[in-house]
């Protein structure tokens, strides 16, 4: 995590950089995260739990 704490501190401070962050997966990569869930009211076994795309980002990062 410092590695990426440290490189947006210094891509932020390039001159016309005004906002820099970390984003997992990638945009338009081709490669997508999904996390399973379960809801307390609707209990159903782990191998039919839902699962939602996610996608994480840091502080300062925008996803369109």
């Known amino acids: 995590m410092d ?3 440290q490189f947006s501190s ?3 401070n390039l001159p016309g950089v005004t906002s820099a962050g970390a984003v997992t997966p990638l945009p338009l990569s081709g490669n997508n995260a999904m996390i399973g869930f379960s ?3 609707h209990p159903v ?6 699962s939602a795309d996610i996608e994480i980002a840091s502080p300062g990062s925008s996803i369109l």
């Open 3 to 5: 590695f990426y704490t």
């Open 10 to 12: 210094k891509v932020r």
């Open 39 to 41: 809801i307390d009211e």
């Open 45 to 50: 076994p782990k191998s039919e739990r839902p």
